[in-house]
C-alpha cells in the first residue's frame, strides 16, 4: 500500500509539478472530449443520411419492379384487344369452324405474338375454345390447356367478362406464371352485342423478369405474403416483389438482389471522416502545444532559469528580454522591485521571486481559461440540444402504425405526426450541423491567426501568393450545393490537380461570386433546380501558361449583346440586388494576377458560360482524368 501511494504521489508530483505537462495534460483532455462529440456527431449525421439514400435507391428497385408487372399486363392487353376486336374472331365465335382454327390457333400464330395459351369462351358457358403451346418442344401441352381454361372459363370469371370490356392479371398454372388479358370479343365497327371473351396468357420466365430488371431475378412459387419484403446483408439487398394471382390463394413473388453501394460508400466516408477529423484535431493539438511552449512555456522557463541564476549567484540582474504583454509587465516589474530591493535583497528577493511565480501562474491559467471559453460553449449548446424530444412518442406512433387493424383517419394522423417529428428533427439537425461548422471556422481562425502571427514574427514572413485550385473550388462547391435559392447539382472535374499564382483569399473570392451568380441565374428560371459544370485543363498562349477555368450553367442566361455592359462597375442583372464584390471587381483583380475572364451565353433561357485564364504556378498530384470532385443531386 505504502508504494502505491508513494507511486500516486510521484506521479502527481510529476503532473503538476510542470506548467508546460499540466497545460498539455488539459488540453489533451479537452482534446479528447472534443474529438469523441464531434466524431459522435458526424458518425451520426453521415450514418442517417446515407441510410436515407440507400432507400430512396430500394423504394426506386421496387416501383421499378411493379412498373416491370404492369408493363406485362399492359403488352398482353393490347395483344388481346387486337383479336378480340375482330371481325373474324366474333364470326368464329357464334358459329365455330375449322378454318379459323386452323389459320389462327396454331403454334406460328402464338410465337409470332409470344402468347403460350389463349382461349375463346362464350358467356353461357356453351362454347369454349383453348389452345396452350409448349415453345421449347414445339407442341401443344394438352394438360397445360386444360388448366389454363379451368381458371379462366369459371361461371365468376365469365360473368365479370361479361361486365368488364377487359382485364388484366397473373394466374399459377401448375408451376407455371402467366401473365393474362382478357377482352370482351366484338366486331370491329363495335357493331352487335358481345357473346364472349378471349383469354391470352404469356408464360413469365426468369429470364424475361431478369432482361426488364437489368438485374439477376427469379420467380419464387413460395411466397406468403401480400407485401413488398427488403432483406439486408452487408453487402446486398434482396428484394421479394409480391405477384397477386386472379385465382386468389396461390401466390408468386419477383426475387432479386441489389449491391448496397450507398451503405458502403457511407461506410468508407465515415472512416475517411472520422480518421481526417482525428488527424486534424491532432495536428492542432501538437500545433497548440507547439505555440503554448512557444509563446508561454519557454519565456516562464527563461525567466526562471534567470531567477535561478540570482538564487545561486546572489546577484540581483536586471531581465533583459523586453515583451509588450503580461509576461513584459511582470519582467519590468520584477526588475524594477530589483532596483528597489537592493539593499534588501536577500528577504525581498525569495519573496519577489514567490510573488512573482504566484502572479505568472495565476495570469496563465487565466488566460489559458478565457481562450478555451468559447469552444466550451459551442460544445456545451452542442451537448444540450442533442437529442430527439419525441422520441418515444413516435416510436409508439410507428409501433401503432404496424397494426393492420389501424382505422385510415387514425393512421393519417399517426403519419402527419411522425412526419411533423421527422420535419422538426431535420431542423435541428440543421442546426446541430451549423454548429459544429461554426465551431470548426472557430478553429480554422485560430490556426490561421498562429499561422499568420508566426509569419509576422519570423524574417521574411509572408503571405503564400499560391493554392492549389482544387480545395477552393470545392468548398465553393459546396458553398452553391447548399444554396437556399434553388436544388443545384454540382460538377467539377479537373486534367490535373493544379496550382495558380494567385493569393487563395482572392481566388476563393472570385469563384465564390460566380458561383453565387450561376445559382442565381438557376434560381431566375422558376424551375426550382438546375446544373452547374466546372472543367479546369492547362492552356498555354504563347509563351504564357495558363489554367483555363470554365463554369457553365443551365441558367436563365442574358442577351449576348450585353455581355461586354456587365463586367461595368455597379452593373446588375437582377431585380433584387444582394451585394457582394461584382464581376467588375472580378475581372480587375484577375488582370491584376496576370489572368483574364470572359462571360458568354446563346441567350435568355440557354444559360451562361464563364471563362477564366488563370496564371499557371505548377502541377500538384495528378488526379484521374475526368474525376468529378464535387457533384450532389
Known amino acids: 500500500m505504502n508504494r502505491i501511494e508513494r507511486a500516486r504521489g510521484t506521479l502527481a508530483q510529476f503532473l503538476t509539478g510542470s506548467l508546460g505537462r499540466r497545460l498539455g495534460l488539459n488540453l489533451f483532455v479537452y482534446s479528447l472530449v472534443g474529438l469523441a462529440t464531434i466524431l459522435l456527431l458526424l458518425g451520426t449525421v453521415i450514418d442517417q443520411r446515407f441510410s436515407l439514400l440507400e432507400q430512396k435507391e430500394i423504394a426506386g428497385h421496387v416501383e421499378r419492379s ?9 403488352t398482353a392487353l393490347t ?49 369454349r375454345k383453348t ?21 379462366i372459363a369459371t361461371p365468376a370469371f365469365a360473368r365479370m367478362m361479361a361486365e368488364t370490356e377487359s382485364k388484366t392479371g397473373f394466374i399459377r398454372v401448375g408451376d407455371k406464371i402467366l401473365v393474362v388479358a382478357a377482352a370482351q370479343i366484338i366486331r370491329s365497327d363495335e357493331s352487335g352485342s358481345p357473346q364472349g371473351y378471349l383469354v391470352m396468357g404469356k408464360e413469365l420466365k426468369d429470364a424475361d423478369i431478369a432482361a426488364a430488371l437489368q438485374l439477376p431475378a427469379r420467380i419464387g412459387l413460395d411466397n406468403a405474403s401480400k407485401t413488398t ?46 480518421g481526417g477529423v482525428a488527424l486534424l484535431l491532432t495536428a492542432m493539438i501538437l500545433l497548440l502545444n507547439w505555440r503554448l511552449r512557444h509563446v508561454l512555456i519557454r519565456p516562464v522557463a527563461s525567466f526562471q532559469a534567470h531567477v535561478s541564476r540570482i538564487s545561486t549567484s546572489g546577484d540581483l540582474a536586471h531581465f533583459d528580454d523586453i515583451r509588450r504583454d503580461e509576461l513584459g509587465a511582470l519582467y519590468r516589474e520584477f526588475n524594477r522591485m530589483t532596483d528597489e530591493l537592493e539593499t534588501l535583497r536577500s528577504k525581498v528577493e525569495a519573496q519577489s521571486f514567490a510573488i512573482g511565480k504566484a502572479d505568472s501562474a495565476a495570469d496563465i491559467m487565466h488566460n489559458v481559461r478565457n481562450a478555451l471559453s468559447p469552444v466550451q460553449a459551442i460544445l ?72 499568420s502571427a508566426k509569419s509576422s514574427g519570423m524574417p521574411g514572413g509572408e503571405a503564400p501568393t499560391e493554392c492549389d485550385l482544387t480545395p477552393v473550388v470545392g468548398a465553393s462547391c459546396a458553398i452553391a450545393r447548399h444554396s437556399a435559392a434553388a436544388e443545384v447539382t454540382v460538377d467539377f472535374t479537373t486534367d490535373e490537380r493544379f496550382r495558380v499564382a494567385m493569393p487563395r483569399v482572392l481566388l476563393a473570392q472570385i469563384i465564390d ?20 459544370q466546372i472543367h479546369a485543363e492547362r492552356l498555354e498562349q504563347g509563351s504564357g501558361k495558363f489554367v483555363r477555368l470554365v463554369i457553365r450553367d443551365d441558367g436563365d442566361g442574358f442577351a449576348p449583346e450585353t455581355s461586354s455592359a456587365l463586367f461595368e462597375r455597379g452593373h446588375t442583372g437582377r431585380r433584387k440586388q444582394q451585394g457582394g464584390i461584382g464581376l467588375h471587381w472580378c475581372a480587375n483583380t484577375l488582370n491584376a494576377c496576370g489572368g483574364s475572364i470572359t462571360l458568354t451565353s446563346a441567350g435568355i433561357g440557354h444559360g451562361s458560360t464563364v471563362e477564366m485564364l488563370l496564371p499557371f504556378a505548377s502541377s500538384a498530384a495528378s488526379a484521374d482524368d475526368g474525376q468529378s470532385i464535387a457533384n450532389a443531386a
Open 66 to 74: 411493379k412498373a416491370m408487372l404492369a408493363r406485362f399486363e399492359q
Open 79 to 127: 395483344r388481346a384487344l387486337d383479336w378480340a376486336v375482330w371481325d373474324e374472331s366474333y364470326d368464329y365465335l357464334a358459329a365455330p369452324q375449322g378454318a379459323y382454327e386452323s389459320g389462327n390457333l396454331n403454334l406460328s400464330s402464338m410465337q409470332n405474338i409470344e402468347i403460350s395459351g389463349m382461349s375463346l369462351v362464350r358467356f353461357d358457358g356453351s362454347f
Open 131 to 151: 389452345v396452350y403451346f409448349d415453345f421449347a418442344s414445339g407442341e401443344a401441352d394438352a394438360a397445360a390447356a386444360a388448366a389454363f381454361e379451368r381458371l
Open 229 to 274: 419484403r427488403v432483406t439486408n446483408t452487408p453487402d446486398r439487398a434482396t428484394i421479394i416483389e409480391p405477384i397477386q394471382t386472379l385465382e386468389g390463394g396461390k401466390r408468386a413473388a419477383i426475387h432479386f438482389s441489389v449491391p448496397r453501394s450507398l451503405h458502403r460508400e457511407g461506410v468508407n466516408l465515415l472512416w475517411i471522416t472520422m
Open 380 to 451: 456545451g449548446k452542442l451537448d444540450q440540444r442533442l437529442h430527439f424530444p419525441a422520441e418515444t412518442n413516435v416510436k409508439r406512433a410507428l409501433d401503432e402504425l404496424e397494426d393492420a387493424r389501424l382505422q385510415p383517419d387514425r393512421r393519417a394522423k399517426l403519419l402527419a405526426f411522425v412526419k411533423a417529428a421527422f420535419a422538426k428533427l431535420q431542423t435541428d439537425l440543421a442546426q446541430h450541423r451549423s454548429d459544429v461548422h461554426e465551431a470548426l471556422r472557430s478553429v480554422g481562425h485560430v490556426d490561421e491567426a498562429i499561422t
Open 513 to 532: 461570386n460566380i458561383l453565387t451568380n450561376a445559382v442565381e441565374a438557376v434560381a431566375a428560371t422558376g424551375r426550382g433546380q438546375g446544373v452547374i
